[in-house]
């Protein structure tokens, strides 16, 4: 064979065999899921949930309510010692008692806070709003955002509702396709997209809608992540 020819074989050879250049890699933008449980902790629903996290290698962000809490200690220790993230949805979930005023609504998570603080040495300052930032017993303005800032409190929304806590009897494949046709209609190539999901007693499609969830999003190139104090904040302003 020609000096020349095996030089070309060699040289197909190596360029077949050579790895993607890890420059490339490195930089393609992360894209991430977050997903995120409200109305925990309960005391069948949210151990099968985290158990199922476990299995799937999730990691996630649970809203708990004060007064679950209380009534859901086991629970709610078993999400700290999985190192979930905890997040703030106050202590009563009640709409008077929560939506009376600004400073109701900062009593009713300070509040839970504290609690969390004494009770499972975490630092909880992320919060979600029952029934979202605009809902229809207190819209949120600028000056209400400024003192939640000013308290200490970041506040996030969701992108995508799985509509599990008014359906509940919807099947896991069915709360797939609501992400799929909510991503593809509204958030495609987002960088963060955060899923709003419950964990209610009634909630166990929800628990078993993850591993296509999960599957779905892997494939479109997402990471899961949990929401922190570091994360950018999602809600909605009038
Ligand atoms: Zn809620």
């Known amino acids: 064979m020609k000096l020349l020819n095996k030089i070309f074989i060699m040289l197909s050879i190596l360029f077949i065999l050579s790895p993607i250049p890890s420059k490339a890699l490195e930089d393609s933008p992360k894209k991430y899921v977050y997903l995120t449980f409200d109305d925990g902790p309960t005391k069948g629903n949210t151990p099968r949930l985290l158990d199922e996290l476990e299995r799937l290698n ?3 962000t649970f809203f708990v309510v004060g007064s679950l809490v209380k009534e859901n200690p086991e629970a709610m220790k078993k999400m ?16 008077n008692k929560c939506y009376g005023s600004h400073e109701s609504f900062i009593k009713e998570n300070s509040e839970l806070r504290d609690l969390l603080r004494e009770r499972y040495n975490i630092e909880c300052n992320i919060i979600r709003f029952p029934f979202g930032s605009q809902n229809s017993y207190l819209r949120m303005d600028k000056v209400f955002v400024d003192k939640l800032h000013n308290n200490n409190f970041k506040i996030f929304d969701w992108h995508i509702d799985t509509t599990d806590a008014l359906n509940p009897n919807k099947g896991p494949q069915e709360l797939l396709n609501i992400c799929k046709r909510q991503y593809e209609k509204f958030y495609k190539d987002n960088s963060n997209i955060i899923i709003l999901m419950h964990t209610n007693s009634n909630n166990d499609n929800t628990i078993k809608s993850l591993e296509g969830i999960k599957n779905y999003f892997l494939e479109l ?4 992540k949990s929401l922190d104090d570091n994360s950018k904040e999602l809600y909605h302003i009038r």
């Open 58 to 60: 999730l990691p996630a």
């Open 80 to 95: 700290v010692d999985n190192n979930h993230s905890i997040g703030l949805h106050t202590m009563s979930h009640n709409r």
């Open 221 to 224: 190139g997402y990471e899961f």
